[in-house]
């Protein structure tokens, strides 16, 4: 005799019904700076205008600063040159905050402009204080969007504070760059959950099964 019965149903229903309440779990991204498609005044992955003698540049726009505070040089260039850049220092620094705790795959993603690792001296970037390779040779004079997949122990600090520090420090470099913006994409998308509609379909067709079986139980008693 079969072991599906009236019962089961009705758990494999309750079991549907939460999953049906608690939803599919929503990627977030978060953004620094205006991501307008252009990298230090021109084209993503494209060239730039600028070289040592006219490196002062600043995009922002008055919705950009206050986005920031006025304190998150994106869309300049070069960004931490003292006597060039619109930055005061040699450290850039930005801030995500309100991330939560829930991390455990995300990705940073940074519109760099004429990083020259090698001709001029590398830079120390660090997220959350844990220091990332960012010895790039992109050229002069080009744009790169850069990746970054975090690793555990970046994850672990954002979930243990809730925001995520990135600092890129010049450490003495003579290399010009800049950068435009900075997104913080968080990729935890889990298995897509049944739509309400097909919670139901299933539901209606697994009752139907269990009112046969009882048919034919009844009968055969």
Partial sequence: ???????????????????????????????????????????????????????????????????????????????????????????????????????????????????????????VATFNGIVQSFAFDDGFPNTVIHFFDLDAAVLASINALGQLTVSIDRNNSDDFYGFDYLALNDFVNSQPVPEPATLILLGAGLVGVATRWRRRASRAE
């Fill in 1 to 123: 005799m079969s072991s599906f019965t009236a019962s089961s149903v009705r758990a494999v229903l309750f079991s549907l019904a939460l999953a049906g309440m608690a939803g599919p779990a929503a990627a977030a991204s978060f953004v620094i700076g205006d991501n307008d498609g252009y990298g230090a005044g021109i084209c993503d992955n494209c060239v730039h205008p600028f070289d040592g003698f006219d490196a002062n540049y600043d995009g922002r726009s008055d919705a950009e600063k206050a986005a920031t505070n006025g304190a998150q040089y994106t869309d300049t260039y070069s960004t931490t040159h003292p006597g060039y850049g619109p930055q005061p220092g040699t450290v850039a620094t930005f801030l995500f905050t309100g991330l939560g705790s829930g991390w455990t795959v995300g990705q940073l993603e940074i519109d760099t402009a004429d990083f020259q690792a090698p001709l001029g001296g590398e830079v």
